[in-house]
């Protein structure tokens, strides 16, 4: 084996591993394009993979996973510190010792009968000194295949290994696919992931959640920088200046729609650029500002609700080369999903006939996965080593209520708070109950490797090392009226938005103060062409202040139960805006 790789260390674990897991052969993916066709060909002959319609959807599969097995299940994924408060309240705590001895077991002889790849992968530009590499051992030809479409899979990455440094190592198994054998567990000490039992993106490939987020937080903190769980956007003005916005915003919440979203008419001449849909990582940058590379190098978007008129970019990239997972079927073979056409599918995701009584036809959440490239918005700078400068770093949740279209925070300290407070309804991404308003600081509840009261430390920090920060907002594009309607219209008519907010980095656009930040005052977004009832603007941009001491009451005890890991900073940003609520509420 040695043969593969210079690496003795790689050597050696995997050695270690197939004795531990007796597969029948072993193979080192070199990520070339004849690599994937045959892993493609085999999956096509033992059913894993479907074929599509080759004339409208070439080179194209779809995957059906397990039933049991359709999304992320954090109530089975664990971080494994030495001493607990590390990990603490945010994440499952295991000590490394139980978390090994307990996947271990399950690995003992995972792999016979199948054959092991050993995915060397990077994860960020090959050039970039920001980029981090990892290898993943898996015996699931799907996550062989995906992880070439998501990372950059392969020869050029183990050639970055050999030159030496520390890299993750993932362990992988499809296991029995049973969620009693599930687990997905962290080393972040030892920069060591093992997980078995699921097929899934999110448990499953893991340069992403696993390395990208949960791994790399840890290390971040240490090396200062930030790993988060973001989108970046280049916003292109007609004069041909190009500003970049990171944003967070939970899983499911339209962070691929944002990445990539078409400016209205009204903006004609702008044009908007797709770096990331889904994972920064930020650095500070010797010219004063924070800047990000998206490590990732495709997109595992969720399909349902990603059509011509919400997501064009998207819906366009999906004619060739992808892999679908457990989307519905056309009668012509074309993959299908909810909000996609109004044509009615004849098979569901399970590849039953479909029928509309059973409920949806493709599973809420299904997924594509394509190549970055295929995207007619990316940028080109999503390959530059340095990454791309960041102006505003934006939050945002589904709120049916109280939190405004758009505000902004009073400083860096504030914009803290403003990220520590997020919340959103649950989707369809985790398994569990959906709709549930739940805390997700940052949009890293399920993924940030480290106690939060840490983390939220370790951002603080961040804003001293950094001279000249990103300004911070929050957003919430999901208010409801009284009839359940969505107030504001979304989509490519956030950009409005994002004008406001590039303009008020620019020190331009108009604001009022209040005290959970800054909103834009009445005509300042710009609503030409927008059929808007003259109140909704209005509602949109109003701070209940009695309502609002209540958020700001439940947000002071969840912050609280992180105890004495709270930073009295963050502890002190959130008394001031207390006491200012109360003071104006009299
Ligand atoms: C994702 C998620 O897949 O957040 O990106 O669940
Ligand atoms: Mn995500």
Redesign the pocket.
């Given at each position: 084996m040695t043969d593969q790789t210079s690496n003795t260390e790689l050597a050696d674990w995997v050695a270690e591993v197939a004795t531990l897991t007796q597969p029948d052969q072993i193979h080192w993916c070199d990520g070339s394009q004849q690599e994937y066709d045959d892993l493609a060909a085999q999956m096509l002959d033992d059913g894993t993979f479907l074929p599509l319609n080759p004339t409208t959807h070439p080179n194209s599969f779809l995957h059906r996973s397990d039933p049991t097995d359709v999304a992320?299940t954090e109530h089975l994924t664990f971080v494994c510190t030495t001493d607990p408060e590390v990990s603490g309240p945010n994440n499952q705590w295991m000590s490394p010792a139980d978390g090994h001895a307990k996947v271990d077991d399950l690995f003992a002889g995972a792999m016979k009968g199948r054959t092991l790849y050993v995915v060397p992968y990077c994860m960020g530009p090959l050039e970039s000194p920001f980029s981090r590499c990892g290898v993943e051992i898996t015996d699931s030809p799907y996550v062989a295949a995906s992880m070439r479409i998501m990372t950059r899979m392969g020869s050029a990455a183990l050639q970055r290994i050999e030159k030496g440094g520390p890299f993750v190592k993932g362990l992988h198994s499809t296991g029995d696919l049973s969620p009693d054998r599930r687990f997905i567990m962290h080393f972040p000490e030892e920069l060591m992931i093992k997980s078995i039992g699921s097929g899934y993106?999110?448990n499953a490939l893991l340069g992403?959640?696993c390395h990208a987020l949960r791994i790399a937080s840890y290390q971040a903190q240490t090396e200062g920088w930030m790993a988060e769980?973001m989108l970046i956007v280049g916003i292109e003005n007609p004069q041909g200046e190009i500003h970049y916005v990171a944003a967070a915003f939970?899983?499911?919440c339209g962070?691929t729609n944002m990445a990539m979203l078409i400016p209205p008419a009204e903006y004609e001449g702008y044009k908007v650029w797709t770096v990331g849909d889904?994972i920064a990582w930020l650095h500070p940058g010797e010219d004063g500002r924070l800047w990000a590379i998206n490590p990732e190098a495709g997109f595992?978007g969720?399909a349902p609700g990603t059509g011509i008129e919400t997501n064009p970019n998207a819906t366009n990239m999906l004619n060739k080369d992808c892999i679908f997972t457990n989307v519905a079927l056309t009668a012509d073979n074309r993959p299908w999903w909810e909000g996609l056409s109004d044509e009615t599918p004849v098979t569901d995701w399970q590849g039953q006939p479909f029928d509309p009584a059973n409920g949806k036809a493709a599973q809420p959440n299904s997924?594509f996965t394509v190549s970055a490239k295929q995207c007619a918005s990316y940028s080109a700078e999503a390959d530059a080593p340095g990454g791309v400068p960041i102006s505003a770093i934006v939050f945002g949740g589904r709120r049916p209520n109280l939190v405004p279209l758009v505000f902004e925070s009073k400083n860096w300290q504030h914009g803290v708070l403003v990220g520590a407070s997020v919340a959103s309804e649950t989707t369809a991404?985790?398994s569990g109950a959906v709709g549930v308003v739940r805390r997700d600081p940052m949009a890293m509840k399920?993924f940030c490797g480290y106690n939060f009261g840490d983390y939220w430390g370790h951002w603080l920090a961040m804003g001293e090392k950094v001279p000249n920060p990103p300004k911070i907002f929050h957003v919430n594009w999901f208010r409801q009226d009284e009839d359940g309607q969505f107030m504001w219209p979304g989509f490519g008519d956030n950009m409005r938005v994002l004008d406001w907010i590039l303009e008020r980095c620019r020190g331009n656009a108009a604001a009022v103060e209040t005290p959970i930040g800054n909103l834009p005052t009445e005509g300042s977004i710009n609503t030409n062409g927008l059929d808007l009832d003259p109140g909704t603007m209005a509602s949109l941009s109003e701070v209940d202040t009695t309502a609002w001491r209540k958020e700001i009451g439940e947000i002071e005890t969840y912050l609280q139960s992180y105890g004495d890991r709270l930073p009295s900073a963050l502890q002190a940003e959130v008394s001031r805006v207390l006491t200012e609520l109360q003071t104006q509420a009299g």
């Open positions: 992320r993106g999110g992403k959640k769980h939970p899983s499911a962070k889904d595992f969720v997924r991404a985790q399920p």
